[in-house]
């Protein structure tokens, strides 16, 4: 069946489409799980999920202010075109596994199936749980960066105002909340929005783009200034400063394993996951990268937009000629931002959901229960949003705190792609391939993606600023902390109960219960043969 649409409110309707899907079926021949959530999401509606979250020229403009002190217009845009590349490899080794793999759980189960037993338990409790906070940081970085773009419009229309961060935290809350609400009781809902996001997020990014050609026209920045002005303040050498920079580009394409925690709710995840991987990469990049340099060229102030409250806001701006040209624009960008906010909530939820159900965390089998009418993991969403607003603390009495938490949520995703990754170059690319596979280039892209990967998981945890002697308290990334104290915690789990209480199905364990049937159905065969034995 291509999508399931069950009668609201009967589970027993429900019940009976996911014992008779062949996408169920499948799934429990391959993973030996069973079908619990119902697939709604076609093809269109995924590509749409993962369009929405690299929405890249949406978040083009949400890290300005760094992007201008590390390198300026120029290193952004060779940066995005060297990101780009890397990036590629890695959603083509991610859509690799996935279609060999299709589980909603992705990465850790991924781990458990081509890492060698000896370790493969254990690094895969490491990857589910980077995974998993990589995507409830997510959430909280989602949140406040939609409170930080609605008062976007509040400093066009009044540039003079003064933004409390107590106003920013009762708008995270209130985004935080909607998202919780809509993904839970709406949840039908979900693919729709994101089926026309596909559409709307082009069209939004044409008008944001006639607007500022059409204002600036006749006042563009210099091709100089776009292309070849180098603007180093952050401290380091040019050749430092510009692999930290880095990260604004791999900001905007965001978690490129989004539609892959779809696998278990998607029709034919084996074939359309990777599809939509590739569209998802195929639109952000042209995307991000166009935009960014219609953006730059409508620079006209750069010191103004360096001391804004709101950068992105003032280039708005001054790009648009008039605050109600600027209104638009931004409004684009919130139009986008919102739906990715529905997106990290469902993504957060069904990850904790999926970790559960191999008995990853205290408290497992209550985390790992399916609502029986509204079809959503309920448990697993309420304890990612009560985390989420233990982090808005964090936003509202100790903002660098808290930027070091939504930080490592790309951190942690990077290691969530590595292991799984390194897992699979290290036995020898050994594994049932599906549909999607590499074949000869495999190794190469896996190898590329690795070195990639670890370039940001190094020097993203870097200061961005120097000196760090004497200004820690504004210079300091305590990204290194997060991710380490996280990893460390996890360990720690593993050894004192994980170890025993952690039972994802590995390789081995598959082949055993392959082997034991055969043996089961031949003695059966022998016993129809010859009767009974004795």
């Known amino acids: 069946m291509d999508e399931l649409s069950p009668e609201p409110n009967n589970p027993h309707v429900i019940a009976s489409k996911i014992d008779n899907d062949n996408d169920a079926i499948a799934l429990a021949n391959i993973t030996g799980y069973k079908q619990e959530m119902v697939r709604r999401w076609s093809l269109q509606k995924v590509i749409g999920m993962g369009l929405g979250l690299s929405s890249t020229w949406a978040f083009a403009g949400a890290g300005l202010t760094l992007v201008i002190a590390e390198g300026g217009p120029a290193a952004a845009l060779y940066g995005f075109l060297f990101v780009s590349f890397f990036t590629f490899c890695v959603a083509a080794s991610l859509a690799e596994l996935s279609s060999a793999y299709p589980t909603t759980g992705g990465p850790f189960y991924w781990v458990a ?39 976007g419009f509040v400093v066009i229309a009044h540039p003079s105002v003064t933004i409390e961060r107590w106003m920013l935290y009762i708008l995270y809350l209130f985004f935080m909340l909607a998202g919780m609400f809509f993904t839970m009781f709406a949840y039908p809902l979900v693919p729709i929005v994101n089926k026309w ?17 059409a204002s600036s026209k006749g006042h563009y920045a210099s091709s100089q200034f776009v ?30 394993d989004v539609c892959v925690h779809l696998a278990e709710e998607a029709s034919r995840p084996e074939k359309n996951i990777p599809i939509a991987i590739a569209a998802q990469m195929a639109v952000s990049f042209p995307q991000g990268f166009f ?3 219609i953006m730059f060229y409508c620079i006209k102030d750069l010191n103004r ?84 607003f233990l982090l808005g603390f964090l936003y ?6 808290y930027s070091a938490l939504v930080g490592s949520s790309f951190i942690l995703a990077y290691i969530a792609y590595f292991i799984p990754i390194a897992s699979v170059v290290a036995s020898g690319r050994k594994f049932k391939p599906g549909p999607f596979y590499m074949q000869k280039w495999g190794l190469i892209v896996n190898i590329l993606s690795l070195l990639w990967l670890l370039v940001g998981i190094v020097f993203w945890q870097f200061p961005f600023f120097l000196p760090v002697v004497g200004h820690m ?17 996890a360990t ?43």
Request: charge should be neutral.
């Open 291 to 293: 935009f960014q340099v």
């Open 473 to 489: 308290a504004s210079n300091m990334n305590w990204t290194v902390v997060v991710v380490g104290g996280i990893l460390l915690l």
């Open 305 to 388: 937009i360096m001391s804004a409250t709101i950068p992105n806001a003032e280039l708005f701006l001054q790009a648009a000629g008039s605050q109600a040209g600027a209104i638009v624009i931004q409004l684009m960008v919130v139009s986008i931002l919102v739906c990715v906010n529905l997106e990290v909530q469902t993504t957060a939820s069904r990850m904790v959901w999926s970790f559960a159900r191999d008995r990853a965390f205290p408290f497992s089998d209550w985390l790992s229960v399916i609502h029986p009418k509204l079809m959503v993991p309920v448990n697993a969403q309420l304890v990612v949003n009560c985390i989420v």
């Open 113 to 151: 199936q081509v890492a060698s037993p000896k370790y493969a338990r254990f690094l895969s409790l490491l990857t589910g749980v980077a995974n998993c906070m990589s995507w409830i940081c997510a959430c909280g970085s989602v949140a406040s960066t939609n409170a930080q773009q609605i008062f």
């Open 227 to 256: 292309w070849a002005e180098y603007i180093n303040q952050t401290g380091w050498n040019n050749v430092l400063c510009f692999l930290t920079g880095l990260i604004n580009a791999g900001f905007q394409y965001g978690h490129l």
């Open 396 to 401: 509202l009495f100790a903002g660098q705190a």
């Open 197 to 213: 996001l596909i559409y709307w997020s082009q069209v939004a990014m044409v008008i944001s783009i006639i607007i500022m050609l």
């Open 492 to 534: 720690i789990w593993y050894f004192a109960a994980g170890s025993k209480q952690y039972k994802v199905p590995l390789a081995s364990d598959h082949n055993n219960a392959v082997v034991l049937e055969a043996q089961q159905s031949a003695e059966q065969s022998d016993e129809s043969v010859s009767g009974p034995k004795a």
